[in-house]
């Protein structure tokens, strides 16, 4: 599971990867940090939460890692 934050960037590139993640879009309403997203989301789905969850930026991809790099680690 991936929850991904958005503000103004594509998160269309995550549907290559998965196709179990959540997407907190900041176009209506953007307040907070990234890390507001994450613990938002960890509340809401504390009693089912799955193994494992991964967190990111929906803009990561080339501005914070390479795609050839993050492939290795995915």
């Known amino acids: ?3 991904i934050n958005a503000y103004q960037c594509d998160w269309e590139w995550m549907k290559e ?3 179990e993640f959540v997407i ?4 209506e309403k953007n307040v907070g940090y990234n890390i507001a997203d994450y613990m938002d ?12 969850v991964l967190f990111g930026k ?3 991809l080339e501005r914070h ?3 050839e790099e993050f492939d290795k680690v995915v």
């Open 1 to 3: 599971m991936w929850v």
């Open 58 to 60: 929906a803009n990561m």
């Open 17 to 19: 990867y998965t196709d």
């Open 65 to 67: 890692i390479t795609t």
């Open 24 to 27: 907190y879009d900041k176009k």
């Open 41 to 52: 989301w960890i509340v809401k789905n504390y009693d089912n939460l799955p193994p494992v």
